[in-house]
């Protein structure tokens, strides 16, 4: 017999777990192979120092998003993200409007529904400060 406290557990996992109304947002996610999609993610952003191939650096606007594995959920997810996939947030909170590219070998479990993932994108400098 499930208890209230299992019923309200799995509630939460399913409707609040990534909630617009608590931290979460609305991103486009671009798949390399397929259509662009609206999907609702919890994103911690950052910025770092990355290598170049050539063996220079560059800066870098990091995201990590925690996303549903489920495509086909209500609020979409993502289940199998390959080289080439992107992101792009809403205007409101990132007016540069360029895409955030798939980090690979970056992927964290998130437990059975979920996962972190890495994006990337080179940061922008105009008259010496960083966009």
Known sequence: MRTELQTLV?????????STEYFAEEVTFCPLRGTARTITVKIDQSAET???PT??????D????LVRRDPTHEQGGI???IVGDSILRGTARDP??????YQPGETEDAG????????????RFSQGAAQ
């Open 96 to 101: 540069d409007q360029r895409p955030y590219l």
């Open 50 to 52: 990355q290598l170049t």
């Open 10 to 18: 799995d509630h939460t996992l399913e409707h609040a777990f990534l």
């Open 79 to 81: 289940d199998r993200p």
């Open 55 to 60: 063996g220079g650096e560059e800066e870098v």
């Open 62 to 65: 990091r995201l990590e998003v």
């Open 112 to 123: 059975e529904l979920a996962w972190r993932l890495t994006f990337v994108r080179a940061r």
